[in-house]
């Protein structure tokens, strides 16, 4: 008889770790998650005044540190911060004859590749639904002030603006303004003209969508896309204003 009733309250305990173990690991109150993120991006410049034309898609890519705080003591509204490195590679070319101002040369079918890399911290307001099944889904707006970090740039022209076998250059270097092409007044006046400097401030709005789901005990995995709309202007030319946008594949896993 005793060591029935031992058995029936064995069992009982069981079934209460059990239920108890699930309780607590169902429910996740964290109100900070910090995880890792990565994202290839695919890039594009609209040019919204000049002489400049996009020259197709590039393939940038992001890395760095996330983060999710829980506001309002809510589960569903939190608060998602980034610090990435971010890669923006832009094509354009000129749709106008450029100039040189040593002996009126000039250049024609001339393109500009930008490989731009920013230090860049998104601050954006996350919605997450409750779980539905296994997972949860989430919405996200917010802004992206980025820092430029980096800065290379091929020209390619007929004929080439380079020399000695140089391949590219520092846009933003003093000593390189001798690429820029300066018409033949050399004051950057008039027709074919361009300064190929960049601005060091790149200011944009996110938005984005994607799901999240626990991969092992409060490991979550989440995936998602995001557009990067920028509102500054990449270059310093006063005749030019362009905007490199990219479109993100978003991965991460926070702990």
């Not at 980025?146 to 520092?170: D, E, I, R």
């Amino acid at each position: 008889m005793k060591m029935q009733i031992n058995a029936r309250l064995c069992v009982c305990a069981l079934l209460f770790g059990l239920t108890f173990m699930h309780t607590v690991t169902a429910q996740d109150n964290r109100k900070l998650i910090i995880g890792f993120k990565a994202s290839p991006n695919f890039t594009w410049t609209r040019i919204m005044e000049g002489s400049m034309e996009n020259n197709g898609m590039g393939l940038g890519f992001s890395y760095g540190l996330a983060g999710d705080i829980n506001i309002a003591k809510n589960p569903n509204y939190w608060l998602s911060t980034e610090f990435l490195v971010t890669s923006c590679p832009s094509k354009v070319n000129s749709k106008d004859t450029l100039w040189s101002d040593k002996n009126g040369k000039s250049f024609l079918n001339t393109g500009f590749t930008y490989n731009l890399q920013y230090i860049q911290v998104p601050i954006a307001l996350k919605l997450k639904t409750n779980e539905i099944g296994n997972f949860r889904y989430w919405g996200q707006f917010g802004f992206a002030p980025a820092f430029l970090m980096q800065q290379k740039l091929k020209t390619a022209s007929t004929p080439s603006v380079y020399g000695n076998g140089t391949q590219s250059h520092n846009p933003n270097l003093d000593a390189n303004d001798r690429y820029d092409f300066k018409g033949t007044a050399g004051d950057y006046t008039g027709n074919g003209v361009y300064r190929d400097d960049v601005r060091k401030l790149r200011a944009s709005l996110i938005i984005g969508a994607g799901i999240e789901t626990k991969i092992s005990g409060k490991t979550v995995f989440s995936a998602g896309l995001r557009f990067d709309n920028a509102f500054s202007d990449v270059f310093t030319d006063d005749n030019v204003d362009g905007r490199n946008n990219f479109l993100g594949i978003q991965l991460g896993v926070f702990f």
